[in-house]
T-cell receptor, first 119, second 110 residues
């Protein structure tokens, strides 16, 4: 299984500022995703981080608010821009390695999450 | 209507009890189904996949009914360590995205 680390593990930020969250994987993986888990809620997919091209965003999420980078197969960043208290949440990255390129599901592993509080 | 709906819970059961969780999904194109477990302040981890034929892993049994678009998880002989939130998860395939239910919280009491 992939070992995933995220930085920072938690942060408290002022409204109007931006925070960049890093996700590092110990091996090359095909797919990387960013999720949000608001207090008491389940996980919602923000976007798929694509290497070498723009991320693919889900409905309700836009690049200006959540810019994402993926410079290689082991690393991605998510920025939460112009933060407001409504952005207080846990942000998790997950990875799926397609291995031999088959279409079948391969287990997605999740990072430990970044707990963000916006004041 | 949410794409994946679960029993709201919470479930508080005594040790040794049998508990069942239910889940329904709305997208008939969904391809694969899973139960994830999330401990408090931890990331979700895959508990088991769910197959139409039903599958068992120790004290855990998962079942899928594609006609009814219904998924279940049965936990027998509950242990204190089973206390967690159980997430019903659906995979649609082409976009490789997971869709999570809201989760059902289980507390096993001594």
């Amino acid at each position: 299984s992939a070992v995933i680390s995220q930085k920072p593990s938690r942060d408290i930020c002022q409204r109007g500022t931006s925070l960049t969250i890093q996700c590092q994987v110990d091996s090359q993986v095909t797919m990387m995703f960013w999720y949000r888990q608001q207090p008491g809620q389940s996980l919602t997919l923000i976007a798929t981080a694509n290497q070498g091209s723009e991320a693919t965003y889900e409905s309700g999420f836009v690049i200006d608010k959540f810019p994402i980078s993926r410079p290689n197969l082991t690393f991605s960043t998510l920025t939460v821009s112009n933060m407001s208290p409504e952005d207080s949440s846990i942000y998790l990255c997950s990875v799926e390695d397609l291995g031999n390129g088959g279409e079948a599901y391969n287990e997605q592993f999740f990072g430990p999450g970044t707990r963000l509080t916006v004041l | 209507r949410k794409e994946v709906e679960q029993d709201p819970g919470p479930f508080n059961v005594p040790e040794g009890a049998t508990v069942a969780f239910n889940c329904t999904y709305s997208n008939s194109a969904s391809q694969s189904f899973f139960w994830y477990r999330q401990d408090c302040r931890k990331e979700p981890k895959l508990l088991m996949s769910v197959y139409s034929s039903g599958n068992e892993d120790g004290r855990f049994t998962a079942q899928l009914n594609r006609a009814s678009q219904y998924i279940s998880l049965l936990i027998r002989d509950s242990k204190l360590s089973d206390s967690a939130t159980y997430l019903c998860v659906v995979w649609k395939g082409s976009a490789r995205q997971l869709t999570f239910g809201s989760g059902t919280q289980l507390t096993v009491l001594p």
